[in-house]
C-alpha cells in the first residue's frame, strides 16, 4: 500500500523535500525556491512583500535579524553586526579597512580566524552568518509551511577553500545540510538560462555591483561545465558610494556645517536615506526634488550621472583587466549579465554596454537573480530538471592499482566533469592473457591507504610476448559523477568495460577526511612510493636478468654467471630489508656485472644481422 504523507500544519499533502537556493549577500540575503506549479525560480515573499533580509544581526535583549536588527546601526551600533561576509573564513592578519567596522574585532592571534566580540561574548562570523541563514530558513519555512532542511549557497568566485568551508559550516549550524557551494555568477548566468543547454558553448561577463562591493567575473561555459577564467573587483566600492556622493553634493548646496551635521546622528540619517532615495529616483526620473531641514533640493540626473562617473569608471577600468586576464577578447564575450541593486542605474548599465560593445541583460531583477539561480541549481540537484547536467568537479582523484600497489591516478582531484581520461599499459609475463584492473578512489600513493571502487578481470588478451601487448584503461566520468572503465587491448582490439558509482555512499566529510589524511601522510607517501618503485624495478631486473643468462649462456662465462648470481642475492636482502638507496646501490652493482655481456651479446647480434642472420 502506497503512504501518503500529510503535513500536519496545514493539511496537505507533503510534497518532496524542498532544496531552497540562499543568496548569503554581505548587504542583503534572500532565498528563492521553483515554485510548484509554475516551475519558474521565484524568490520568497513575507506577507510585507519584502523578498530581502538584511543581512545585519542585533544582540540586545534577544537577537534580531535582517530589518528589525537594520534600525539598531545608529542606535546600538557595538551590538549591531553588518558585512560579516567580508569577515568570512578570514585570520585578523587578512582584514583590511578594519576601521570600516563599528564593532569589535578581536586580534589576539594574526593567525587565527577572528572573532567578534559582542558584550562578553565571542562570536565567529560563521556563527554570525549561521543567525541569518537560520532566520532565512524559519523564514522559509513559515512561507512555505513545510520543512526546510537542504540548500543550495551562492558565494563569490574569488573565494577561496577557507572562505567556502566556512560557509558550509555556517549552514551547517543553521541546522541546514549545504547540498552545493556555487559560484554567484554562475548562479546569475543559470537564472538567464544560460547553462541550462548543454549544448551550447558561451563566454560570459557577469557585472555585479551591490551595496558595498563590486565584482566583475568572466565565465565559459562548454559541455554544461562552467568554469571562472577571471575574477576582478573592488570589495569597497558599491552603491554606498553613490550615495556618499549625493550626500556630499546635498550637503555642499545647502551649506551646512558637516561637522555639526555629523554630530546630529538623526539628521545625518536622514539626510543619508534622502540620498538613496534621490539615487533611485534618478534611476527612472530625470530630476529628483525634496526637502530638507526646510530647504529645497533639486538635482538633475545629468548632475548625479556627472557625479559618480569617477565611481563608474572604475569599476570599467576592473573589467578591463578582467577580460585580459580571461585572453578573451570584447567580441568573444557572448553575453553581459547584470546583477546588484546598483546596476538599476541607467549610466552603469550605458557604460558596462559601452565597454562591452554590446547590450547588457537587465530582465531579471538584480536584486533576485543570484538567489534565482541558487534555486534552479537546487532544482537541478533534486532530480527535477532532467534534461540539465550536474555542474561539478570531481572531489577526489580516481586511478588504478599498478605494480607495487602504487595509484596510478587518471583523472586528478578537481576535474571537471564531464571527463575523460586514457593511459597504456603492458603485460609483465610472456603470454599473460589477463589483467586485474582495480580502480580507486583518493589522494594517497599507496591504493590501500584510499578507497577501493571496483576490480574486475581483462581477460582474453591474445598471448604475446611480456611487454608487447597495449592495453588502453580509458576513464570516462559522466556529469552524474558516474565513472565508466574501459579496457582494451589495442592490437587485438579486445575489449571490456565496467561502470562505476564513485561518489556514492561517500558524505562530505568522509571526503574531507581523505584530503586531509593525504595531506598530513604526504612526506611519508612520497617515501614509501620511492621504496615501492624502486623494488618493482629491481624485481623486473632480477626477472630480465635471469631469462637473459638462460637466453644466452653460450655468450657468457661461469665467473660472470656466479658473479651474477651474487648480485641478485644481494638485491634480494635489500629488497627484503625495504631499503629503498641500499636496492639502487645494489641494483646498480648487477647492471655493472651485466653490461660487459650485454654489449658481447648485442654486438653480436649486430654482426649477425650484418649476415643476414637473426640471433
Ligand atoms: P545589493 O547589495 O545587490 O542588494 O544592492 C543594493 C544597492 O542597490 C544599494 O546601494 C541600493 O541603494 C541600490 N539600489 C537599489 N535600488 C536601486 C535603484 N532603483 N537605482 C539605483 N540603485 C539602487
Known amino acids: 500500500m502506497a503512504k501518503i504523507p500529510i503535513n500536519i500544519s496545514t493539511g496537505t499533502i507533503q510534497q518532496e523535500e524542498i532544496i531552497v537556493g540562499i543568496d548569503l549577500g554581505t548587504t542583503n540575503s534572500l532565498i528563492a525556491v521553483i515554485h510548484p506549479d509554475t516551475k519558474k525560480a521565484v524568490a520568497l515573499k513575507e506577507v510585507d512583500q519584502q523578498t530581502i533580509v538584511p543581512s545585519i544581526i542585533h544582540f540586545g535583549e534577544s537577537i534580531s535579524v535582517g530589518t528589525d536588527a537594520k534600525d539598531y546601526l545608529l542606535t546600538d551600533a557595538h551590538n549591531t553586526i553588518y558585512s560579516i561576509k567580508r569577515l568570512m573564513g578570514k585570520t585578523y592578519g587578512d582584514i583590511e579597512n578594519a576601521d570600516y567596522f563599528s564593532y569589535k574585532i578581536i586580534d589576539n592571534e594574526q593567525k587565527e580566524l577572528v572573532k567578534i566580540q559582542v558584550g562578553e561574548k565571542f562570536y565567529s562570523p560563521i556563527e554570525l552568518s549561521s543567525f541569518i541563514l537560520a532566520e532565512l530558513k524559519q523564514r522559509a519555512e513559515h512561507i512555505l509551511k513545510t520543512n526546510v532542511s537542504k540548500c543550495v549557497i551562492t558565494i563569490p568566485a574569488y573565494f577561496n577553500d577557507a572562505q567556502r568551508q566556512a560557509t ?21 548566468s543559470l537564472a538567464y538560462g544560460i547553462g541550462t543547454d548543454s549544448s551550447v558553448e558561451k563566454n560570459i561577463a557577469v557585472y555585479d555591483l551591490g551595496g558595498g562591493t563590486f565584482d566583475i ?14 575574477t576582478n573587483g573592488d570589495t569597497y566600492l558599491g552603491g554606498d558610494d553613490f550615495d556618499k556622493a549625493l550626500f556630499n553634493k546635498f550637503v555642499a548646496d545647502l551649506g551646512l556645517n558637516e561637522e555639526e551635521l555629523l554630530a546630529n546622528k538623526e539628521l545625518t540619517q536622514q539626510l543619508r536615506l534622502l540620498s538613496e532615495e534621490a539615487k533611485k529616483v534618478l534611476s527612472k526620473a530625470d530630476h529628483f526634488s525634496s526637502e530638507f531641514a526646510g530647504e529645497k533640493i533639486v538635482i538633475s540626473k545629468s548632475e548625479f550621472e556627472a ?3 569617477p565611481i563608474v569608471n572604475k569599476t570599467i577600468d576592473r573589467c578591463k583587466s578582467a577580460l ?10 557572448d553575453v553581459v549579465v547584470m546583477v546588484g541593486g546598483s546596476t538599476r542605474t541607467p549610466l552603469v548599465q550605458k557604460m558596462v554596454a559601452d565597454f562591452f560593445e554590446q547590450e547588457v541583460n537587465t530582465s531579471v531583477n538584480p536584486d533576485e537573480v543570484v538567489a534565482l539561480g541558487a534555486a534552479i541549481q537546487a532544482d537541478i540537484l533534486a532530480g527535477n530538471t532532467k534534461d540539465v547536467l550536474l555542474l561539478d568537479v570531481t572531489p577526489l582523484s580516481l586511478g588504478i592499482e599498478t605494480m607495487g600497489g602504487l ?6 582531484r ?17 603470454g599473460q592473457s589477463g589483467m586485474d584492473i582495480a580502480v ?6 599507496l591504493v590501500s591507504d584510499n578507497r577501493k571502487l571496483a576490480s574486475f578481470k581483462f581477460s582474453n588478451i591474445p598471448g604475446m610476448p611480456a611487454g608487447l601487448p597495449k592495453v588502453e584503461i580509458k576513464f570516462t566520468l559522466n556529469a552524474d559523477g558516474i565513472l565508466q572503465v574501459n579496457a582494451k587491448e589495442l592490437r587485438s582490439g579486445v575489449e571490456q568495460s565496467i561502470e562505476v558509482k564513485p561518489q556514492y555512499g561517500l558524505t562530505d566529510e568522509e571526503v574531507e577526511q581523505m584530503l586531509m589524511a593525504s595531506l598530513t601522510n604526504a612526506k611519508e607517501d612520497i617515501g614509501t612510493r620511492a621504496l615501492v618503485e624502486a623494488s618493482t624495478e629491481a624485481e623486473q631486473l632480477i626477472m630480465q636478468t635471469t631469462d637473459f643468462l638462460v637466453k644466452h649462456k653460450t655468450f657468457i662465462t661461469d665467473a660472470e654467471v656466479a658473479q651474477t648470481k651474487e648480485a641478485i642475492e644481494a ?29 658481447r651479446v648485442m654486438d653480436q647480434a649486430v654482426a649477425n644481422a650484418m649476415k643476414g642472420q637473426q640471433i
Not at 567575473?217 to 577571471?230: M, P, Y
Not at 566533469?417 to 610472456?430: F, L, N, S, V
Open 440 to 445: 580507486y578512489q583518493g589522494e594517497r600513493d
Open 407 to 412: 595509484m596510478d591516478v587518471l583523472i586528478p
Open 324 to 333: 585580459q586576464d580571461s585572453e578573451l577578447t570584447k567580441k568573444e564575450i
Open 571 to 599: 638485491i634480494k636482502v635489500a629488497v627484503n630489508e625495504k631499503n629503498k638507496d641500499l636496492i639502487q646501490l645494489k641494483v646498480e652493482a648487477l647492471n655493472e656485472i651485466s653490461r660487459p655481456y650485454a654489449e
Open 217 to 230: 567575473s568572466i565565465l565559459t561555459i562548454s559541455n554544461g561545465v562552467f568554469e571562472v577564467l577571471s
Open 414 to 430: 578537481n576535474s571537471k566533469i564531464p571527463t575523460q581520461a586514457g593511459r597504456e599499459y603492458t603485460t609483465q609475463k610472456d
Open 168 to 188: 558550509r559550516d555556517a549552514g551547517k549550524l543553521a541546522g541546514l545540510e549545504v547540498l552545493r557551494i556555487i559560484n554567484e555568477p554562475t548562479a546569475a
Open 307 to 309: 557625479l559618480i562617473l
